[in-house]
């Protein structure tokens, strides 16, 4: 399938160069001109260098991993180190563990046993968290804390690599935070962009995995050509992205569109035809239960 690249790939290269100079306009000019424009613009370029992360940590633009880590070493998102996303990600690429409670890195599932022991306010929560709405209202901040607490375990138990990761982010937030202390935009409003941020990626990862005893069949395709799919980088046809994980942005339309019934056909149709259908469906729906349906039994190898 070509999935090695080769040289540089400049539609990634440039699209960096855009998602950097749009946020610099949005924290500037458009804060100024009018702050909730400047929010909303902001937050769409903090979701876009999300996603430009997640191709950084997948071997794009460049065939260094260096220079990779290098483009997006400025984090307009604050919260999450590179190196973390990058371990953590790489971790949930093992198809054979997806949506597993213990070993996925990403899943929202819980193991049942765990979640008969929680208190009742916080099944709520979660059972809130489980609908689109209230992914996007709690998930930022559910992740976060999940993500720092459990960070803040390793460097206490000696990880050195999980600390360098948080050394190596500090330094790389200070060029942000100088540039937005500078400019017209509030702290307080560039906090609520970031969050805003963060919530359109929660869109994306929604229902990126299913509880299924195939391993094949864990992963969605949403087949969405509109706004979202762009700073979300197709990242929405999941599956293929999964199979072909080497495979940049720009190239899965195209994959996808060549082989549409291969990849139905081993996801075992696990497909949604675009994010409307998914508003519709779940904002205040939820998609399925927090406790894993059938944890039991999906501990087996990937197909």
Known sequence: MGETSRGIEWPTLALLLVCYGVWALSVTWLAALWLPLGIFAASLT?????????????GHPFRNARLNEAT????????VPFRRFRDLHLAHHVDSILTDPYDDPETNYLDPDVWQTLPRWVQ???????????????????????????DWRLIRAGD?????????????????LAFVIWSPMPIWAYLIAIYMGFS?????????????ERASGRTVVIEDRGPLALIFLNNNLHAVHHMHPSVPWYKLPDLWARNREKFLGRNQNYYYASYRDIFARHFFRTKDPVPHPIYSRVREPAE
């Open 124 to 150: 709520r929560v979660l059972i809130m968290n489980n609908t689109l709405a209230g992914r996007m209202v709690f998930g930022p901040a559910l992740g976060q804390f999940a993500m720092m607490q459990e």
């Open 200 to 212: 359109i990626i929660k869109i994306r990862t929604f229902l990126e995995h299913q509880a299924h």
């Open 160 to 176: 050195r690599d999980v600390l360098v990761a948080w050394a190596l982010h500090l330094i790389g937030i200070i060029p942000v």
């Open 46 to 58: 903090i979701a876009q260098h999300s996603s430009l992360t997640h191709e950084a940590l997948h």
């Open 72 to 79: 997006v070493f400025v984090s307009l998102g604050l919260c």
